[in-house]
């Protein structure tokens, strides 16, 4: 038996969820929402609006036969991550779903997973498409800001500090993919920090008045701290042995922990710069960050690692 249409699609799985889950017209500035050629928005007063597009591919970015649930949640958080870095609040959210079939055993799970996620962070949903082809779903974020935090506003002697640990995700893919066996513990980190990546909007609110600039690490943090440096026209001195390295990377394996670090992505965390005036304030403000350099005028990232040279075989992720 077929499943439903595109538009039987969107009123069954999207339209009525949505609307019960997030309000009715007129919340968080929504005129019109789905069901339109054109969702009506109306943007907050004084504030700059921050809009972010992401494609997730089958296959490439997330296992074709992950749980439908996990796939809506991992989509959503990766990109509100883009948000959180901008210091932007979540507003609304547009949805271009790319399916090989209509299955509503697919479907009710992905959409129930899709709106729980958007309820926690507060984002609604406003319009979107259904096509037919190869599994990838694409999500555009829109937020809100009065101070966003660009990558280009690093000077020379500003501190480098990321949040919380990094590595978790890179390290835990094989057993996401079930390439690999791990423990209870360690499957139960990978799964955390895979699908449930965390976007760091309380850190960013913390920082938003103190930082010169920021970004999310979504491609590793040499790689995404290299797009600050090309922005800003500066170079950064890393001191490896303060790097905030994830538990699983290393018990994964501990050879490679620091490389993973690094380079493996997928982490969402935070990479962003202090001022020296502002640095005392930022230390003090009991956040889960942690101080790992130095943006300088010499191009390039140095590495050092024990008070000696490291460099890594990779630098970050590559799309193509």
């Not at 907050?44 to 296992?63: C, E, M, W």
């Not at 993919?177 to 139960?188: A, C, N, V």
């Not at 922990?257 to 304030?281: M, N, R, S």
């Not at 790992?292 to 191009?299: D, F, K, L, N, Y």
């Amino acid at each position: 038996m077929p499943g439903p249409g595109e538009f039987e699609l969107i009123r069954e799985y999207f339209s009525a969820r949505f609307q019960a889950s997030t309000g009715a017209s007129g919340d968080q500035g929504v005129v019109l929402g789905i069901g339109d050629d054109c969702a009506l928005l109306t943007p907050p007063a004084g504030k700059i609006l921050a809009t972010s597009v992401d494609t997730l591919v089958a296959g490439v970015h997330f296992p074709a036969d992950a749980r439908p649930d996990f796939i809506a949640s991992r989509a959503l958080r990766v990109n509100l991550s883009d948000l959180a870095a901008m210091n932007a609040e979540p507003l609304w959210f547009t949805l271009a779903l790319t399916l090989r079939q209509s299955d509503p055993e697919w479907l009710e799970p992905f959409a129930r997973g899709l709106a729980e996620t958007a309820k926690q962070y507060g984002i609604t949903l406003v319009g979107g498409d259904t096509t037919k082809g190869p599994l990838s779903i694409t999500i555009q974020v829109t937020g809100a800001c009065e101070k966003p935090l660009r990558r280009d506003g690093a000077r020379a002697g500003d501190t480098i500090f990321v949040s919380n640990q990094l590595g978790a995700s890179a390290a835990g893919l094989p057993l996401i993919l079930r390439e690999r066996d791990g423990s209870i513990k360690q499957k139960e980190q990978a799964y955390l920090a895979y699908h449930f990546p965390q976007p760091q909007f309380a850190v960013a609110r913390a920082i938003g008045p103190y930082a010169s600039s920021a970004l999310d690490i979504s491609d590793g943090l040499l790689g995404d701290l290299g797009h600050i440096c090309a922005a800003s026209k500066l170079g950064a001195e890393l001191n490896l042995n303060d790097l905030p390295v994830a538990e699983l990377a290393y018990s994964m394996n501990a050879d490679t922990a620091l490389e993973t670090a690094l380079t493996g992505g997928d982490d969402y965390q935070l990479c962003f710069t202090v001022p020296e005036k502002h640095l005392d304030i930022v230390q003090n403000l009991q956040l889960p960050i942690t101080a790992i350099g130095t943006m300088h005028r010499e191009p390039g990232i140095q590495c050092t690692l024990n008070g000696k040279s490291w460099q890594p075989r990779s630098t970050s992720y590559r799309h193509f």
